[in-house]
């Protein structure tokens, strides 16, 4: 596995001093432009103590190996933040690759000023995450995204740098969890203490499905019908030190209750946990993305729809139909191609995307789809006939029946996965050749 490497650097380290929360930014783009040290917002947080604590979870996941958890990450990459003008996004993904957590700061949370709008990293250094878990019910918080807003910095005023390798499966990770996320749905939701007590009383490490019951959530060890599969509970550890701060609980979940997401309402913010569908599993092998990004116009209509993106809180796919002049299933994959490079997230209590650009390589995360890449070449070298609603994929394993209706494919990896992890190379290849037939006759 190759990884690529992401700089970070720091006019100085983050701090907690006297109730004024600075963090230091590095790399990013705003609407202003490419910026070094990018400075967005400048205020109070009314919530000092749920922000504080959330914070920290989303710093925790970044640490975290929820597979092998004493297998400690020699590295940690700093959360991510964007500011979308009426709220702060902050998000990480763990070292394992199969939690995604992102906190939202608000508008109800924040009281302050605005400078710019665009995404960065922010440094969370050990003294910081110190500081954080000491904040209290009524201590003031006063917050600021960029160096102005820094209280301490190094003895010898020297910058501070780090070096982490991102590697492909987790690049891939990120990409995959935002279209994941948008084919979920509400399936539960517990307020108030009730949700407490079903966290709470979750078994740890366990695996199972958890069902709306009446008003409340309950957890079972079968499916039955409208469950979401939760494989690993102990990944929902970070839901725990909110839950005194916890309004309300809701469980979202795609039709074939694979992966789950847990979204905590707090006072003026959410904090929501993506799992992948079993401990041991990332996001990088999903394969949900696969499908938009083997269209011929995806990337060119992903540059269309990406110069009309300005890091709204929300974006309307009909509107970006009405100015694009694209129609709303290309625009859907366009926006896929933009996620894959990093360029939208998808936020599930809204049911619709948002615009940031996450501080890496967008060019190289769209070189990491084997099976794509695969797929194309299949193609370049003619080994796929259709014949009606099925197609022949000629390999040097020999010949593939794939049936079009279904997806359905003779490879091994069809047999072994069923399409729960996207499509195989061969179906892949084979609704290339279909698409190019149709646009042919038309």
Known sequence: MTSATQAYSYAAPSSLVDGRLGLSTSGGRALSGPAAAPKFFSGLVTQAAPAAAALLGVADVAMARYHQPQARPAWVRDPVVTCNGDRLRFESFSACGGVYARLDLLSGALDGEVYDRGTTNVDVNPPLREALARVGGRDPLHLGVGVDELVVTTSDGAVVEKKVPLPERW???????QVIAAGMDQRGESAGMAAVRFLRGLPKKADGWVVQQGRDLRFCDHSVRGSVYVGGTHRLATLLPLLRFAKSLRVYGPADAASSAWELELPGMRYTLTLSPERWRGFSGEGAVLDDLSTDQAEGD???????????????????????GLPVDRVKAALTQLGVAGRVGYDLAEAAHFHRELPYDGAHVTRLNPRLAAARALVEAGAVRLDGGR??????????EVTMSDGSCTCP??????????????VLAARIVARADVEVAL
């Open 171 to 177: 690049l891939r990770g990120f990409a995959e969890v």
């Open 302 to 324: 992903a540059d269309v729809v990406g110069m009309l993106l300005n890091f709204e809180p929300e974006v309307e796919i009909g509107l970006l139909a009405d100015r694009s």
């Open 391 to 400: 197609a022949t994929v000629r390999t040097s394993s020999g010949l593939r």
């Open 413 to 426: 990896w069809w047999w072994d996965h069923r399409g729960s992890r996207g499509p195989c190379k061969h």
